[in-house]
């Protein structure tokens, strides 16, 4: 009984033998508990992948943060702050129907581990917890069940990646970024959009 592969991946995998393969990976390298090198590469992380679906809408965005904003709070299970956005919702929207979610850590050298996350997602709107960290609007908390390495072979190195200068500060300002200030947006950000005039 596999843990990570349902039917569609076993299909394919035994149409193009590839089943040992897997098998092995799974039994060798998944796991369900963060190892330490796992907690160090998180919580040092700008950025992450996050992949959500609900009722046919698949979406993958780019989360980030300065390094830290991704905390692991348990043996498997992690959290971070959802910062201002473009009030779509098209992540969170999908968490609120749907809480299965897929994490990607990629570093930008090339070379160090990589790492896939599955879980359970869940917003978490505790206004004390929130207001702990500057730039905060809410926090996604992530029961995690599946954690295994991601393959280097393609990876590119990309170099030193700078921080967002939109990051948020200290007291949780951050500059706005050009998009707010476009007429037809402006007049209809959400009441309580910082970038409101």
């Known amino acids: 009984m596999s843990r990570l ?6 299909a ?8 040992r393969v897997a098998d092995a990976l799974e039994a060798r390298r998944r796991v369900a508990g963060f190892l330490p090198e ?7 992380a700008p950025f992450f992948f996050l992949a959500t679906a609900a009722e046919g809408a698949v979406d993958c965005s780019f989360k980030g943060g300065p390094p830290g904003f991704v905390r692991v ?16 919702y098209l992540s969170l929207g999908n968490i609120a129907v749907s809480p299965s979610i897929g994490m990607l850590f990629l570093p930008t050298d090339g070379r160090s581990l990589r790492l896939r996350l599955r879980g359970q997602a869940a917003l978490v709107e505790d206004a004390a917890r929130i207001a702990a960290i500057p730039g905060a609007r809410r926090l996604v908390r992530v029961a995690v069940t599946d954690i295994f390495p991601n393959c280097p072979r393609y990876m590119p190195g990309f170099g030193q990646a700078t921080p967002s200068p939109y990051l948020p500060g200290p007291d949780g300002s951050a500059p706005a970024p050009e998009w707010k200030g476009r007429d037809y947006i402006r007049p209809l950000l959400p009441k309580d959009d910082p970038h409101r005039s």
């Open 12 to 19: 394919l995998q035994d149409r193009f033998d590839g089943r």
């Open 73 to 88: 709070t348990g043996p498997a299970e992690l959290e971070w702050p959802d910062y201002d956005g473009n009030s779509m």
């Open 5 to 10: 592969f349902h039917a569609g991946n076993r």
């Open 38 to 44: 796992h907690v160090a590469m998180i919580e040092a």
